[in-house]
């Protein structure tokens, strides 16, 4: 995925301007930076959920396989099953099952035949690394499930429908230590089935998890703009710009 001059407003308002960077193949890319410097709603344009939301605009080009995703080429819906969303809680659809949970977005896209339906999500499940915890209990509510776990399950409702890229908002915010930790080492090995870009507050997190890293400020005119985008590895240990270096060392945010 690609972003050119990207910018978001909200009922003329300037959230989010000027990005320009990519989301990388089967690479997580970080987006980090202060409280309200635009990374949830840069992220958030990247499947159109601002569609959503009475008086947003999004500006500039989005590219998915070098198609405009904000032309009209590609239905809505359509784009949201190939750039899924993980959101900072974990939002089980509540009175349905584990089963139900991950094979909701199989059915709402028209897949029939139960043992196609069985066979996806046990392996989105096992891509989850959740399989063995819930394989004798998937008729039992997703909500039964402990915070860690019902994150997990999103994660492989998301995967269920094969997405190109996986979105996901602070997805350990809401979970302990240990929870995290599984999520964390989840993520180094979803890369190889899709493209990740997280939004994370945690410096250490982003460092651990991410292949590429875009920090976003706030601007005088408040709104959010790109500093710096690269590696990782270069943006923590030799950054290119003075205010990354301030942020990542912990001098502001």
Request: proline share 4%; glycine share 8%; hydrophobic share 40%.
């Amino acid at each position: 995925m690609e972003l050119r001059d990207v910018r978001v407003d909200f009922s003329g308002v300037c959230a989010v301007r000027d990005v320009t960077m990519g989301v990388m193949r089967n690479r997580v890319t970080a987006l980090i930076g202060p409280s309200g410097s635009g990374k949830t709603t840069l992220l958030r344009s990247l499947n159109r959920l601002h569609d959503l939301t009475h008086g947003a605009k999004v500006s500039g080009r989005i590219t998915l396989d070098g198609l405009d995703i904000y032309d009209g080429s590609i239905p809505s819906l359509l784009l949201r099953s190939r750039i899924g969303m993980v959101f900072q809680r974990p939002n089980p659809f509540p009175g349905k099952s584990i089963y139900e949970n991950v094979a909701s977005g199989l059915v709402f896209n028209g897949i029939r035949g139960k043992a196609l339906i069985d066979d996806i999500v046990e392996q989105s499940l096992r891509s989850a690394v959740l399989w063995d915890a819930v394989k004798d209990r998937l008729k039992q509510p997703a909500t039964d499930l402990s915070g860690g776990e019902q994150q997990r399950m999103c994660i492989a409702r998301a995967l269920a429908v094969e997405p190109d890229i996986l979105l996901m908002d602070e997805p350990t915010s809401a979970l302990d230590p240990i929870a995290t930790q599984q999520i964390e080492d989840l993520l180094m090995s979803l890369k190889a089935i899709t493209s990740i870009a997280i939004v994370t507050h945690n410096m250490q997190q982003a460092q651990r998890t991410s292949d590429y890293c875009a920090f976003l400020l706030m601007g005088e005119d408040r709104a959010g703009e790109l500093i710096e985008f690269d590696r990782t590895d270069k943006v923590f240990n030799d950054p290119a710009d003075p205010r990354t270096v301030d942020y990542i060392a912990g001098r502001f945010g």
